[in-house]
């Protein structure tokens, strides 16, 4: 029996607020001020001839194209050519993305990076969006962002626990200075139905005080036959200059799902692989639709503080408390036992978290003839706590017939799971410097001191975790070339602790990774864009893989070897060019007897192609946009690796006319000939999404 606690239990956002203040407090005693993350535009014009894209995914504005990483960015104005209502659609034509592996889900977004799992590698301004404990996945709305960056490798020097594959960071929308207002209406297949607002500016006529509200609610039925989920998001924000030198800009968001979940689990008998009873349609909902509950809602309240001290030094610190309440109630095929039939399975959560994030910066430059150095001091800390109640039934209800449904043949479950106390603290230090010499070459060097405390209790007991120290390392350089090529070479460093056990009980290792990379920048002075290209060797150790039983299993090692080429840019001042191909080569050991195997679920070669073409003259106003992408064949993960899953080509289509300034109409349709494929096996398999239409009408003012 647990003793009783010798203070007051204090609320979890008292707790936060103390943390928060405690952290600010210390840093001002060191004599740096905090302040906030200063987001940057997406494209910088630097001159009328070229489009320079700057960014923040490396903690500090500067330009992509004079960075040694391979980095990627989707701006706002591309969110909205390509409709993208879902967040795992952002990256669909980019290179080094795996997006929507799983097929359309309602549940959760995915993303795989290089060939590994992004589950962990979600943020929002600069802090973690916590995605743990099985389904207790923070949710991000596309809507409320201004634009979504991408830092490919391992980024652990500067973000501390960080899967090898890389780090996303959504930027939110802010309030700007001047007065502006958005009213969106959209209509579509699947009962789509959407009604966005976005209103920002100056409050009663002040430069000093802006705000921003959006808001958002949406509905639909899911791909899957007797799904569906509504959404209800708002995010409210506030800007204050404080002084000359000083600003803080307050930022909310709620978002509640509920509805019955897509629960896209499917054998490859019946889908990849034939059987004499055909295939089953994409649509065929083999869950329990009646049963099946997901209720999602979540929280969050933070600021970005900033000071400039001089003309040297800026400081900068972001903080975001965050909630998530969830009721996850998922009945799924298991495994088949007969040619007909199956067994069922019952996933069951029902529980909260509470998270706090606060991060802290000292950013100093300096200038001479021939030198511009940036250095970044910081450090930050991250708690996280989860407690909720876990049921699983792997003997759920009686035999199911998975090509003739019968819906109704269980009993309800008791509810008797087992009590789950989860959570992680770390805390961080790190440096980076930045020096440019003679305008010529670029140095980039880093490392970083992580401690990390993971709880996992079952029921009272502890099931693992402990305590972990980490030492990350980072660097880079880069030559700035004649005619716009800059050719670099950079090294890179990450490491996961992991919350949970094996299906057997024991207790999962930290996993480490680490990544050589080669590669070139090319923006020549006649072309209003960019093209990047990449080889890469990554390999994380002690690496997860799906089990297909209750959780995953920790093998040897996971080897990633690729070769990836991007492109954007305006071929002529009416035509929008997108391109990307990436080569992926992914191996895993997971035992002493299988090594060296590929691994499931990544394809070799993905390619993709997006063009926008702005009618001219007395078609002004007219907007025609079309795509299509690759996704080559993959396999089943390592144990099931005899499965094959086919090669697929997907189209997209849109067009747009603004009648007038104020108004536009747009259509945009995905999957345009309704190819039917699966977009990936890892034990289940997964159907993609089908054909969607969705109609807008939008109002500026």
């Known amino acids: 029996m647990q003793a009783p606690p010798l203070f007051p239990r204090l609320s979890p956002m008292t707790v936060a607020i103390r943390r928060g203040l405690g952290l600010t407090l210390s840093f001002s005693l060191l004599g740096l001020t905090p302040l906030a993350l200063a987001q940057s535009d997406d494209v910088a014009d630097v001159d009328a001839d070229t489009m320079v894209v700057t960014g923040t995914a490396l903690k500090v504005e500067a330009p992509i194209l004079e960075t040694p990483r391979s980095t990627s960015q989707v701006s706002r104005e591309e969110l909205d050519n390509r409709q993208v209502n879902k967040y795992d659609e952002v990256f669909r034509y980019r290179s080094g993305v795996l997006s929507q592996p799983f097929g359309q889900d309602n549940k959760a977004d995915w993303f795989y990076i290089r060939g590994f799992n992004a589950e962990d590698s979600t943020y929002q301004d600069g802090l973690r969006q916590f995605r743990e404990g099985g389904y207790f996945w923070w949710s991000t709305e596309p809507f409320?962002?201004?634009?979504?960056?991408?830092?490919?490798?391992?980024?652990?020097?500067?973000?501390?626990?960080?899967?090898?594959?890389?780090?996303?960071?959504?930027?939110?929308?802010?309030?700007?200075?001047?007065?502006?207002?958005?009213?969106?209406?959209?209509?579509?297949?699947?009962?789509?139905?959407?009604?966005?607002?976005?209103?920002?500016?100056?409050?009663?006529?002040?430069?000093?005080?802006?705000?921003?509200?959006?808001?958002?609610?949406?509905?639909?039925?899911?791909?899957?036959?007797?799904?569906?989920?509504?959404?209800?998001y708002l995010a409210p924000s506030l800007a204050l200059d404080l002084s000359d030198d000083t600003s803080i800009t307050f930022l909310a968001s709620y978002l509640k799902d509920q509805g019955t979940p897509t629960n896209g689990f499917k054998l490859p008998y019946g889908t990849v692989d034939n059987t004499p009873f055909g295939k089953l349609d994409p649509e065929d909902n083999l869950g329990e639709p009646g049963y099946e509950r997901q209720e999602h809602e979540q929280w969050a309240l933070g600021y970005e503080l900033s000071h400039r001290v001089n003309d040297t030094w800026d400081l900068e610190q972001n903080l975001r408390y965050s909630h998530l309440d969830l009721l996850e109630r998922d009945v799924y095929v298991s495994f088949l036992l007969d040619d007909r039939n199956a067994q069922r399975g019952l996933t069951y959560r029902d529980g909260d978290y509470d998270a706090i994030t606060v991060d802290n910066r000292a950013i100093g430059r300096w200038y001479t003839d021939r030198l511009e150095n940036t250095l970044l001091l910081g450090f930050d800390y991250q708690d996280l706590d989860i407690d909720y109640d876990n049921y699983d039934d792997f003997a759920f209800g009686s035999p199911f017939d998975i090509f003739d449904p019968e819906y109704g043949n269980f009993t309800p479950s008791s509810r008797n799971g087992s009590d789950h106390e989860e959570g992680k603290e770390q805390l961080g230090f790190y440096a980076q410097n930045q020096l440019r010499v003679d305008d010529r070459w670029i140095f980039l060097a880093g490392m970083r001191h992580d401690s990390v405390d993971v709880t996992n209790r079952i029921d009272g007991q502890d099931n693992g975790g402990g305590s972990e120290d980490e030492m990350s390392f980072s660097g880079g350089v880069m030559y700035l070339g004649d005619y716009g090529i800059s050719p670099y070479l950079s090294y890179s460093e990450s490491f996961s602790p992991q919350i949970g056990t094996d299906p057997d009980g024991n207790a999962y290792q930290p996993s480490e990774g680490e990544q050589w990379e080669l590669g070139v920048k090319y923006a020549p002075n006649w072309l209003d864009g960019y093209v990047t290209a990449s080889v890469f060797d990554l390999e994380e150790s002690d690496t997860l893989y799906v089990s297909g039983q209750s959780s995953n299993r920790q093998g040897g090692k996971r080897e990633s070897q690729g070769f990836e080429i991007e492109g954007v840019g305006y071929v002529t001042d009416d035509l929008k060019v997108t391109a990307a191909y990436t080569y992926t080569d992914v191996r895993v050991d997971i035992s002493r007897d299988q090594d060296d195997i590929r691994a499931g679920l990544i394809p070799r070669n993905q390619a993709?192609?997006?063009?926008?073409?702005?009618?001219?003259?007395?078609?002004?106003?007219?907007?025609?946009?079309?795509?299509?992408?690759?996704?080559?064949?993959?396999?089943?993960?390592?144990?099931?690796?005899?499965?094959?899953?086919?090669?697929?080509?997907?189209?997209?289509?849109?067009?747009?006319?603004?009648?007038?300034?104020?108004?536009?109409?747009?259509?945009?349709?995905?999957?345009?000939?309704?190819?039917?494929?699966?977009?990936?096996?890892?034990?289940?398999?997964?159907?993609?999404?089908?054909?969607?239409?969705?109609?807008?009408?939008?109002?500026?003012?």
Not at 165 to 171: C, K, P, R
Not at 180 to 208: A, F, K, T, Y
């Open 608 to 701: 993709s192609l997006w063009v926008d073409y702005a009618a001219p003259g007395v078609l002004h106003g007219l907007n025609i946009g079309t795509g299509v992408r690759y996704v080559g064949e993959s396999v089943d993960s390592p144990q099931y690796s005899d499965t094959q899953v086919d090669s697929y080509t997907l189209w997209d289509a849109k067009v747009s006319y603004d009648f007038t300034p104020q108004w536009t109409a747009q259509v945009n349709v995905n999957n345009l000939t309704d190819e039917e494929y699966v977009s990936g096996c890892e034990y289940w398999c997964y159907y993609g999404e089908e054909r969607s239409v969705v109609g807008s009408l939008k109002y500026r003012f």
């Open 144 to 232: 409320g962002l201004d634009s979504v960056e991408l830092l490919k490798g391992p980024a652990s020097i500067l973000y501390g626990e960080a899967p090898p594959g890389g780090v996303i960071n959504a930027v939110s929308k802010r309030p700007t200075a001047e007065r502006q207002g958005l009213i969106e209406l959209q209509s579509g297949s699947n009962d789509h139905e959407q009604v966005g607002i976005d209103v920002s500016g100056p409050v009663d006529g002040r430069d000093d005080v802006r705000y921003r509200m959006v808001g958002l609610f949406r509905e639909g039925d899911g791909t899957i036959e007797d799904t569906d989920n509504q959404r209800v």
